[in-house]
T-cell receptor, first 116, second 111 residues
Framework: AQSVAQPEDQVNVAEGNPLTVKCTYSVSGNPYLFWYVQYPNRGLQFLLKYITGDNLVKGSYGFEAEFNKSQTSFHLKKPSALVSDSALYFCAVRASFGKGANNLFFGTGTRLTVIP | KAGVTQTPRYLIKTRGQQVTLSCSPISGHRSVSWYQQTPGQGLQFLFEYFSETQRNKGNFPGRFSGRQFSNSRSEMNVSTLELGDSALYLC??????????FGPGTRLTVT
């Protein structure tokens, strides 16, 4: 069964500092991994995905994520945080094949606060 | 391209009533998935439709149902509403098996 863990409910970082939001996953077979961001009273916005290939994936708004197969992790990173990055971030996983392969399993979310 | 649209954006219903939510996917997307988001349970998968067929279903009671039309628009229905059904209902569309794009959601409040 697929599952995602986001070990930190809250991450605080000073503006201009690098940020990391952690995610670990469990899935049968090769994982398809995603990061989404949610602003208040809004739906989820797609940031980036890992399907195959280079372990470092670049996405929207300067975000990137590093896939680590041995640690089953997919941490979201940004070199320099902006106040406007403050939001709720979700990591998601789906299986690459089989029944239910298109179902996304989400982590519980990490609230990122960037302090001016 | 226009994004995923959901109507209505806000809804207030009474226990025991039923409700229908609508979702229009991004043009060309044939897969539509529905999710329920609550503070306690987080984001949970409801069901997915592809080419008018339900492909997958999450662990929700039969009061939750959906359908997809030939133009890929989708509706979900909840009958006999309970207080615990209060949630943000999110619709997402995708090209087959690619990343999903979400609509703004419908905020359902059951009183």
């Amino acid at each position: 069964a697929q599952s995602v863990a986001q070990p930190e409910d809250q991450v605080n970082v000073a503006e201009g500092n690098p940020l990391t939001v952690k995610c670990t996953y469990s899935v049968s077979g090769n994982p398809y991994l995603f990061w989404y961001v949610q602003y208040p009273n809004r739906g989820l916005q797609f940031l980036l995905k890992y399907i195959t290939g280079d372990n470092l994936v670049k996405g929207s708004y300067g975000f990137e994520a590093e896939f680590n197969k041995s640690q089953t992790s997919f941490h979201l990173k940004k070199p320099s945080a902006l106040v406007s990055d403050s939001a709720l971030y979700f990591c998601a996983v789906r299986a690459s094949f089989g029944k239910g392969a298109n179902n996304l399993f989400f982590g519980t979310g990490t609230r990122l606060t960037v302090i001016p | 391209k226009a994004g995923v649209t959901q109507t209505p954006r806000y809804l207030i219903k009474t226990r025991g009533q039923q409700v229908t939510l609508s979702c229009s996917p991004i043009s060309g997307h044939r897969s539509v998935s529905w999710y329920q988001q609550t503070p306690g349970q987080g984001l949970q998968f409801l069901f997915e439709y592809f080419s008018e067929t339900q492909r997958n279903k999450g662990n929700f009671p039969g009061r939750f149902s959906g359908r997809q039309f030939s133009n890929s628009r989708s509706e979900m229905n909840v009958s006999t509403l309970e207080l615990g059904d209060s949630a943000l209902y999110l619709c997402a569309s995708s090209l087959r098996d690619s990343e999903q794009y979400f609509g703004p959601g419908t905020r359902l409040t059951v009183t």
